[in-house]
């Protein structure tokens, strides 16, 4: 089920909240939890009754792990074994669905042998609720958190607005939020907050990020034709579309966490403001950020052990990060790309060399505008032709002296754009050129700082839901569903 779909906005959401707040009310708090895994349960089921059977062993297995290594009965020799084992299923079972066949192929090109692919159905979210889930039995091990009952673990990993797509969070930062009295009855004023910025999320969507989509789509299904316009069109459409998209599901999912009274993490902080490559990093997808530093980076070493290692330690972790996106090349050349810039960033930064703010931010935005096509691309191959569109001497200096002839020359394009266009050509760029704007605004957690409950914001709300609901009919996945 989608958050952009009628189903979820006039059905799933409002039933959920009705009787999770009921049974609140007549004090049936352990049966308001439950209701609300069964609905969690129930809202990943939508997409493939069979994901069910995989996350509920996971949960069942994970959670008789944590309370292994909670337990004060076992060594430590005993308890590293639990740990290594803890370890060991999250990341196989990860590794099996989501990189068996890339690995298979590999060996069969490296090795000429023919060993069968077996075309593993990707399930929905394991990225997100595995990491959620190792983060668990490492803190256990570590006695971060007390042990918690099976019921509370259960609500912690399939809570539906972060199940499928994030943010990663924390049992400590989510499950004392569910035990806090006040939050168990309606908080009118979260639930006033909680719609405004689902709006907001809504709007990114359905309005920005699925418009945009038009522009990228195009240039990616015409790569081998790309000129030096379109390409470049076609990757800053993508880089919109990409921000719009996820920012728009956090947004929905912190929006929806409000008005449970839940207030889940950032994982955005105005990322395309970023003036180097490290602030993007502290900006964009803040919580797969303090995943890998608290659980890979630390663990490394961090920067205690000297600079090379510091260096050598970024690295892996961006490695790590593109690897966790997705089973391709693509991927590791993107966390690749993205890990060489930091550690020349950091090198740079040692020096004690500064850079213009305004140089530092068209550096910035051009590097990770270009990794973005390794992003979208589905080879490297792919990726490298719009890469080629976009820096074509030949095709730049022919249409720098035909400025006449564009509209001839980006004639097929166009014409791609007008077939799968929703709103119109006019209202698509219209929209395309806005979104380059609203990404220089203020974020929403800076918006819902400033929230009140005054008719300025219930206008907003209502534009953005009405707007949204117009667009409804043409309901597409949110693109980090694919990690």
Not at 144 to 169: E, K, M, N, R, W
Not at 230 to 242: F, G, K, N, R
């Amino acid at each position: 089920m989608l958050f952009n779909s009628y189903e979820f906005i006039f059905l799933f959401l409002p039933i959920t909240l009705i009787i999770y707040f009921w049974l609140n009310k007549y004090n049936k708090n352990r049966l308001a939890k439950a209701w609300l895994v069964i609905a969690s349960l129930y809202f990943y089921s939508y997409f493939h009754k069979s994901y069910l059977i995989l996350i509920t062993i996971s949960i069942l297995v994970n959670y008789y792990i944590g309370q292994k290594l909670s337990n004060d009965k076992y060594n430590i020799i005993q308890r590293k074994i639990f740990l290594i084992i803890g370890i060991v299923f999250n990341l196989g079972g990860l590794g099996y669905f989501k990189y068996y066949d890339f690995f298979v192929s590999n060996i069969n090109i490296v090795l000429g042998t023919n060993l069968p692919l077996l075309h593993i159905l990707l399930p929905l979210g394991i990225s997100f609720f595995t990491f959620q889930q190792l983060s668990f039995v490492i803190d256990s091990y570590k006695r971060y958190h007390l042990s918690y009952d099976f019921l509370d673990y259960c609500l912690f990993v399939t809570f539906f607005p972060q199940l499928i797509a994030g943010p990663i969070v924390l049992p400590t930062e989510m499950l004392s939020q569910f035990e806090a009295e006040e939050n168990k009855k309606i908080n009118w004023e979260n639930m006033n907050k909680g719609l405004y910025v689902f709006s907001i999320g809504l709007a990114k969507k359905v309005i920005i990020a699925d418009t945009i989509a038009n522009f990228a789509n195009a240039g990616f299904d015409m790569m081998n034709k790309l000129n030096f316009i379109e390409a470049w069109l076609t990757s800053i459409s993508y880089t919109l579309q990409l921000y719009f998209d996820f920012s728009g599901y956090c947004d929905m999912a912190m929006g929806i966490g409000l008005m449970f009274n839940i207030i889940l993490p950032a994982n955005f902080n105005s990322p395309y403001k970023s003036t180097n490559i490290q602030e993007f990093w502290k900006r964009w997808h803040m919580t797969l950020g303090r995943f890998m530093t608290n659980y890979l980076y630390i663990p490394l070493g961090g920067n205690r052990k000297g600079e090379v290692k510091t260096l050598r330690n970024l690295f892996i972790v961006f490695l790590a990060s593109g690897i966790w996106h997705g089973a391709g090349w693509n991927f590791v050349i993107w966390g690749i790309l993205h890990g060489i810039c930091i550690l020349i960033h950091r090198i740079w930064k040692n020096s004690g060399r500064k850079l213009n703010k305004i140089v530092g931010w068209l550096i910035t935005m051009n590097l990770v505008n270009i990794f973005w096509i390794f992003f979208r691309a589905e080879t490297v191959s792919s990726a490298m032709k719009v890469i080629k569109g976009m820096f074509d001497i030949n095709n730049f200096y022919y249409i720098s002296v035909n400025m006449n002839k564009v509209g001839e020359i980006t004639k097929f394009y166009r014409e791609i754009i007008n077939e799968t266009s929703y709103l119109g050509n006019k209202m698509d760029i219209l929209i395309l050129l806005i979104s380059t704007i609203i990404i220089f605004e203020k974020n929403t957690q800076k918006k819902l700082i400033k929230f009140e409950p005054r008719y300025k914001y219930l206008v907003i709300t209502l534009v953005n839901l009405n707007l949204s609901l117009l667009l409804l009919e043409r309901v597409k996945v949110f693109l980090y569903f694919n990690f």
